[in-house]
């Protein structure tokens, strides 16, 4: 059965052809001239709801910069307690 998937076309570019070409979007713009004020409503739509989850403690944690900082907030995992066994 996998020497039949492997012979049939491709259809990575097929696929690739049927979706437009991706267009300048305001992000590479920002990039290409970053001397230039633009103003990108989405992008600061985002860090408006980050930063009010953030304010309601929902936000991701914070990342650890050193391996001290990583180590110092490891759990320690408890060993679960041994069921008891009914005995007859």
């Known amino acids: 059965m996998g020497n039949k998937v492997l012979r049939e076309r491709l259809r990575g570019p097929s696929v690739a052809a049927y979706y437009p070409r991706r267009i300048v979007t305001l992000k590479d ?3 290409a001239y970053p001397d230039t004020i633009t103003w990108d409503e989405k ?17 991701p ?3 650890k910069r050193t391996a001290a900082d990583s180590k110092q907030f490891q759990k320690k995992r408890k060993e679960a307690p041994a069921k008891k066994v009914p005995t007859f």
């Open 61 to 63: 944690p914070k990342k």
């Open 43 to 59: 992008e600061q739509d985002r860090l408006d709801s980050v930063q009010l989850t953030q304010s309601r403690g929902k936000g």
């Open 29 to 31: 713009l920002t990039e």
